[in-house]
Nanobody, 119 residues
């Protein structure tokens, strides 16, 4: 079992920055990859960024490249998402997810944290 808890969401103005954190607990040694997803009202869940736990290899959605940075602290079992140059279209509930299967499927999810970017 893996438990994920997100934090750091809030209200910011366009152009501002916000840093999200996700703390993993439980059987964290099984984690292969962690990712961030987001879902806006009336929209489907979208991929934002991912990082492998051991190698730290990252991948980003085109919409956030150059603005968002995903990182991890293995000792603290934490993955973070630094969000800069925020836009109103970044407004969504952001979810942290963990892949323990090494097959690209995210089988554990956090409760989500709201990010709202005002104009």
């Amino acid at each position: 079992q893996v438990q994920l808890v997100e934090s750091g969401g809030g209200l910011v103005q366009a152009g501002g920055s916000l840093r999200l954190s996700c703390v993993a607990s439980g059987r964290t040694f099984n984690i292969y990859r962690m990712g961030w997803f987001r879902q806006a009202p009336g929209k489907e869940r979208d991929f934002v960024a991912r990082i492998t736990w051991t190698g730290g290899n990252t991948y980003y959605a085109d919409s956030v490249k150059g603005r968002f940075t995903i990182s991890r602290d293995n000792a603290e079992n934490t993955v973070s998402l630094q969000m800069n140059s925020l836009k109103p279209e970044d407004t969504a509930v952001y979810y942290c997810a963990a892949d323990t299967t090494s097959a690209g499927a995210y089988d554990y999810w956090g409760q989500g944290t709201q990010v709202t970017v005002s104009s």
